[in-house]
């Protein structure tokens, strides 16, 4: 058989298979600094490996979560500052997987990309590295897909996948009861959910992303792409501490959709909004776009990350050790009977 001359290329097709090889050895020692006891295996294999008895577990249940980033990405891209959203996109996977009573694995990354920029995405996942790092969590593999005339020029999306595990019987929510008291963690600022309407308020504000911060120090871009706070080392210490019934995730829905959802048939909650201070971030979003404080609660997390229900007479104490363990801690108020949130007071 003759051989076929001029014929096409998958780099002329778009796919450059030496730059997938080239990122997989930039990132080798960012995932490396990700070891933990359970891990049997490196980058570069069909599937990773994990040893969940080497990880201390006797009878585990396995907890898995899975999320992206959502458009906050797109802040990211235009200012080319994307290290932070790998931190995003671990945060958004483990702390839904703590508010389970799991402690974080491992975790698994997807980038997708129309041409791959090995720097790039060499710093999206060195963030997701430590992100995993101050998780608790390996990073034991990903997949980098290159899928020309799929993105647009320079665009890419994320996606992560977490693994946790508990002792059997040790599950969350478990004995939420009325009167229990709600523990709100401090939000970093928006977090990773709601940068649609993100994006219409600055849009309305006449403003770009090099633009000075109106509510802080630096560009708009750079405050807008504060990390998501990684909660999992401080619940897991209350959580192990005893007196922990249940935690919310507050994401997209805010406090309004997530706290119902830790809450059993024929029980809400009342907060208390004045017991603490909306963020500047929320505050200049109400002001520019007219958010009422109703829409605020139900689409971003207005300051309050977490929330951990606790036993009455473990409140104090578990505040404590939050507080030592480095969050800002508020008590916010109390499960009550009937259904859904009961606010009083107003956002400030």
């Keep these: 058989m003759s051989e076929r001359r001029n014929g096409l290329t998958y780099s002329q097709a778009g796919v450059d298979i030496d730059a997938g090889n080239a990122l ?12 933990r006891p359970g891990v049997m295996s490196g980058l570069g ?25 959502g458009t906050k990405l797109r802040i990211a891209i235009d200012t080319g500052e994307v290290g932070g959203v790998g931190i995003d996109l671990v945060a958004m996977c483990v702390n839904d997987l703590v508010c389970q ?70 599950e969350l929510p478990a004995g939420v009861a009325e009167g229990d008291v709600l523990l709100g963690l401090a939000s970093d600022g928006v977090h990773s959910n709601g940068y649609s309407l993100v994006r219409k308020v600055v849009e309305r504000a006449g403003l770009s992303w090099s633009n000075p911060a109106p509510f802080a120090d630096g560009s708009l871009g750079a405050a807008l ?34 706290l119902p959802r830790v809450l059993p048939e024929g029980l809400g909650a009342e907060i208390d909004l004045d017991a603490w201070h909306l963020p500047l971030v929320f505050g ?9 404080h109703g829409e605020m609660l ?51």
């Excluded at 909660?231 to 997209?252: D, E």
Aim: proline residues 4%; aromatic residues 8%; contains cysteine.
């Design 24 to 35: 997989v050895e930039r990132i080798k020692p960012a995932a490396k600094r990700t070891a």
């Design 101 to 170: 009573g799991a402690e974080p694995l491992f975790f698994l990354d997807y980038f997708a990309t129309g041409k791959l920029a090995v720097d790039e995405a060499a710093q999206v996942v060195e963030g997701i590295a430590e992100g995993c790092v101050r998780a608790g969590c390996a990073l034991i593999g990903g997949e980098t897909a290159e899928m020309p005339g799929m993105y647009g020029d320079g665009d890419f999306d994320l996606a992560g996948f977490a693994v946790g595990a508990m002792e059997r019987g040790t």
């Design 284 to 292: 200049w979003m109400s002001e520019v776009a007219g958010l009422e």
């Design 225 to 258: 792409l504060t990390p998501t706070r990684l909660y999992v080392k401080p619940a897991l210490a209350a959580i192990r501490s005893g007196g922990v019934r249940a935690l919310a995730h507050i994401t997209g829905g805010g406090l309004t959709e997530n």
């Design 298 to 348: 139900k689409t971003f997390n207005a300051g309050i990350g977490m929330v951990l229900v606790v036993a009455p007479d473990r409140a104090e104490a578990l505040a404590g050790l939050l507080r030592a363990e480095g969050e800002t801690v508020f008590d916010i108020g109390r499960v009550a009977p009937g259904q859904g949130i009961r606010y009083r007071g107003n956002l400030s």
């Design 45 to 69: 294999g069909f599937g990773a490996l994990f040893d969940l008895k080497a990880a201390g577990y006797a009878d585990p249940v396995l907890v898995a979560a899975t999320d992206g980033v």
